[in-house]
């Protein structure tokens, strides 16, 4: 970075840029192999809900708080040359941070009133495990979540888990193929984004070498 | 009679000295590119040391071209940085009129 500004210096910040950016959707958009290691559990928890019923669907219930420890430990992998925030799009105006914060943070709580809802009608030995572990969420996700693609995420998590996903636990056989199919999926998606993660580190060491 | 594309030599001299250093126009170039960056990032990719990072960054900041955040993560002192809306427009505008200078050059 000393020659004087040309249009190869041009083309070089241009990369820099780029680079930055792909980087930078580790940190909110891109979650690596996060997405994979969630695949994985859910595919074991409910292989083992299928044959320990009641206490393995307690494994699936724990699945946004896997997805949070996933995410917290993809970020620390992914950023360890230094943690660059992408830009957040929001579809919406949000006139200070700290009141983005306060909105995300209300949609995680609204998403666990529905959790908890949800449970109860799983029935009543599962309600207090499911309103420990979704006030327990929360709490994790303030030291993880970093905007509002984190909160839709992580809320998507837990209206899929206590929703859906339970109840075609409670419906085999076909519900297992689904869910093998969806856990294939993210499976699939965690590989894909982290071999795209290696050709950035590659990219990364290029420029480097350049400067 | 003047060539009205010749490049326009006042509009080079008066770019921005400070943006049109090559460390300082990667710094900003990357700290345009996302919200924010930490100082680490900086030094990996433009491959800088750090007391030569330290010594650009302090005369963008000056200039108010950057913000500095310093926090402890884990007992570790982390320090970031963020583009002001100053920042961003002293680099669009050394961008344009560097880009320009270099087309009418070309023509």
Request: proline share 5%; hydrophobic share 45%; with cysteine.
């Amino acid at each position: 970075m000393s020659e004087p500004v040309n249009p190869s210096t041009t083309a070089r910040l241009d990369e820099l840029a780029a680079v930055t950016r792909e980087y930078a959707k580790y940190s909110r958009t891109s979650f690596g192999l996060a997405p994979a290691w969630l695949g994985g559990w859910l595919l074991v928890a409910s292989a083992l809900s299928a044959v320990w019923r009641g206490s393995g669907a307690n494994l699936v219930r724990l699945t946004p708080v896997v997805w949070l420890w996933a995410l917290a430990k993809a970020r620390a992998h992914y950023q360890r040359h230094g943690e660059v925030i992408e830009e957040e799009e929001v579809p919406f105006p949000l006139p200070t941070s700290e009141s983005g914060r306060r909105l995300f943070l209300g949609m995680i709580y609204f998403s666990c009133v529905f959790g908890i809802m949800e449970a109860s009608r799983s029935g009543p030995g599962t309600l207090l495990f499911s309103a420990a572990i979704f006030v327990a969420v929360p709490a994790i996700a303030t030291r993880v979540l970093k905007g509002i693609t984190d909160a839709v995420v992580t809320a998507g998590w837990m209206w899929t888990v206590n929703g859906s996903l339970l109840r075609w636990l409670d419906a085999p056989p076909l519900p297992h193929a689904v869910l093998a199919t969806f856990a294939a999926g993210l499976i699939a998606a965690g590989v894909w984004q982290h071999s795209k993660y290696l050709r950035l580190e590659r990219r990364l060491a290029a420029l480097r070498d350049r400067a | 009679m003047t060539d009205p594309k010749a490049p326009s030599v006042s509009a080079l001299l008066e770019l921005d000295r400070l943006v049109h250093e090559p460390a300082r126009l990667a710094i900003l170039t990357v700290l345009a590119s996302a919200e924010e960056v930490q100082f680490k990032f900086l030094e990996e990719a433009l491959g800088l040391t750090r007391g030569n990072l330290s010594s650009h960054v302090s005369k963008l900041e000056e200039a108010g071209y950057l913000v500095v955040t310093k926090a402890f993560e884990d007992r570790v002192p982390v320090t970031s940085y963020r583009i002001t809306a100053r920042g961003r427009k002293a680099l669009e505008s050394y961008r344009a009129a560097m880009l320009q200078g270099l087309s009418r050059g070309k023509a």
